[in-house]
């Protein structure tokens, strides 16, 4: 129907008999590799620095399992007590009230314009079904995603209830876009019965998206925000597919146990709606369109993309509750970025998604318990510290392996193979889904996304967007980035050496209080 100058293939989130059988060669290998080295690993005698090797990283998975349990215990209690009564109680009053007016905010930038129809025609079906009168701002690229909105409108009928106002985009990011966006709906003087959706150009809703979402603003004056479970339609193989599934699953598992406490980690820009006077007011603007913290090394720095994480800041510091809904559905167009392999691709995106998150978290612990409760705080504070405690376990593996006996990286690896799958698999039963991939994908998110926290840690000004030319273009400061790297090279020596400690492989030339394992 249109063209774009880019144009992407996305297919449905179904296996192929390509994708089943790369999974059927990986789980036997996975299969092969676990006997054997069992079979080898029980013929090793390395006592008893074996002993130590296993109570440390007992210790850790300990501590680990047992806040991922808490979790999972909670999300259960969420999805199969909390939520179903608050399902019904809003269904009730959906069936008796609805909002004076809804308000859509939604972003394209130069998506496919095949998508882009799909993506608003889903909008305006849902308003349809809804049936109050509704404003679609739409901040677009040029005068093909005009022409898109037109369509959708005459697909549609024309129906005189639906206003789309296109924006153009200046270019200078997402940010600025929503920002004007919000201006824009509050010059319209907003009822206080109403609500702001927003959305991602790239994000098409389930039917009934709005019905069942909205009534919850109705059934609880005291909700401020909610947002909703993430499907994808996913453009590559087996492993990209099976990497945002398995995103996806976790998503939804921490996102359900946060919202048993009236919270959630992130109002994520997919599909998130907002009460329309929070939305509107001076400050919510400015957070979106201008958010920053103050850095003791780099001064102001200004996040050119987490627009998520600063609504979300905003609502938990006001107090106001926000709520996971679980059985509706935002499907987006997924894809790594163009041109990328896999490494590359996920890469790139998790150094934005954990670049968001740092910049965001240490001011989020800073407003205490009191906003948020013990759990979710305690969650967030999780954040800064499991980067750190999932290096131990290779860190060890590697320093009994180089000092006692290679063994200890075979010990290491079989028990990654077995609590990963086990994991994996306990991650599948939430979500109804499994994939022999997950538990080689799942270790790889944490190796690979602890490693690019703590990189990220110490670069917090370097930033981008993986879609748009925005960030910090500034010419770089060397001597900031020597800086950086030196501190974090010292971290990092310092984490192995206290690891060393803890072990017993070094110890004081006194043989003092460090050694808390007798290896003797």
């Known amino acids: 129907m249109f063209r774009r100058r880019k144009t992407n293939r996305f297919s449905p989130g179904v296996r192929s008999r390509a994708n089943m059988f790369v999974e059927l060669l990986v789980g036997l290998v996975y299969i092969i590799v676990f006997v054997v080295g069992v079979t080898i690993a029980s013929s090793q005698e390395l006592a008893p620095m074996a002993r130590v090797f296993f109570l440390t990283i007992g210790i850790i998975a300990i501590w680990r399992y047992t806040w991922l349990g808490a979790h999972l215990l909670r999300a259960r209690k969420f999805n199969r007590e909390v939520f179903p009564e608050l399902r019904e109680e809003a269904d009730e009053v959906g069936e008796e009230e609805k909002i004076e007016h809804l308000y859509v905010l939604i972003t394209s930038y130069f998506l496919d314009l095949d998508h882009t129809f799909q993506v608003y025609d889903s909008i305006v079906k849902n308003a349809l079904e809804y049936g109050v009168p509704t404003t679609i701002v739409a901040a677009i690229t040029d005068d093909a995603d005009e022409q898109v909105l037109r369509s959708v409108l005459k697909a549609n009928g024309n ?82 597919r099976e990497w945002y599934a398995l995103r996806y699953a976790q998503r939804n598992i921490y996102m359900s146990s946060l919202s048993l406490s009236s919270r959630v980690l992130c109002l994520t820009g997919r599909f998130s709606v907002f009460r329309t006077d929070v939305a509107t007011e001076p400050d919510f603007i400015d957070i979106v369109e201008d958010d920053s913290i103050r850095h003791w090394r780099f001064g102001k720095i200004r996040f050119a993309s987490g627009d998520d ?6 609502m938990l510091r006001r107090g106001m509750n926000m709520l996971y ?196």
């Open 159 to 240: 129906p005189h209830s639906i206003e789309i106002v296109a924006q153009f985009q200046s270019g200078t990011g997402k940010r600025d876009a929503m920002a004007e966006a919000l201006r824009s709906i509050a010059r319209r003087l907003p009822s206080p019965n109403s609500v702001v959706v927003f959305m991602d150009g790239d994000v098409r809703l389930d039917p009934d998206a709005f019905t069942k979402t909205i009534p919850f603003f109705l059934a609880d004056p005291e909700l401020g925000a909610l947002t909703t479970n993430n499907g994808a339609m996913v453009e590559g193989g087996s492993w990209v």
């Open 309 to 314: 994480k600063s609504t979300w800041f905003y």
């Open 325 to 520: 809904v679980p059985d509706v559905f935002a499907i987006g167009y997924e894809a790594l970025p163009e041109g990328d392999g896999f490494f590359t691709g996920t890469t790139s995106l998790m150094v934005r998604w954990f670049r968001n998150m740092l910049q965001t978290n240490w001011r989020a612990v800073g407003l205490g318990p009191g906003k948020m409760g013990w759990f979710v705080w305690w969650s967030i504070v999780d954040q800064r510290l499991s980067m750190w405690t999932t290096l131990v376990g290779p860190v060890v593996a590697v320093l009994l392996a180089m000092v006692i006996h290679p063994a200890f990286l075979l010990f290491y690896a079989l028990w990654i193979m077995g609590s990963r799958f086990v994991t994996a698999a306990i991650v599948g039963m939430r979500s109804d889904r499994f994939s022999i991939l997950w538990p080689v994908l799942l270790y790889y998110n944490q190796m690979v996304g602890s490693s690019i926290k703590t990189h990220v840690l110490f670069r917090l000004n370097r930033q981008g967007w993986t879609r748009q030319n925005v960030g910090d273009n500034a010419e770089r400061d060397r001597f900031q980035d020597m800086v950086s790297t030196m501190l974090h090279v010292t971290t990092v020596a310092a984490f192995v050496l206290i690891v060393s400690f803890i072990t017993g492989l070094l110890h004081m030339p006194n043989d003092g209080g460090w050694l808390l394992f007798d290896v003797a």
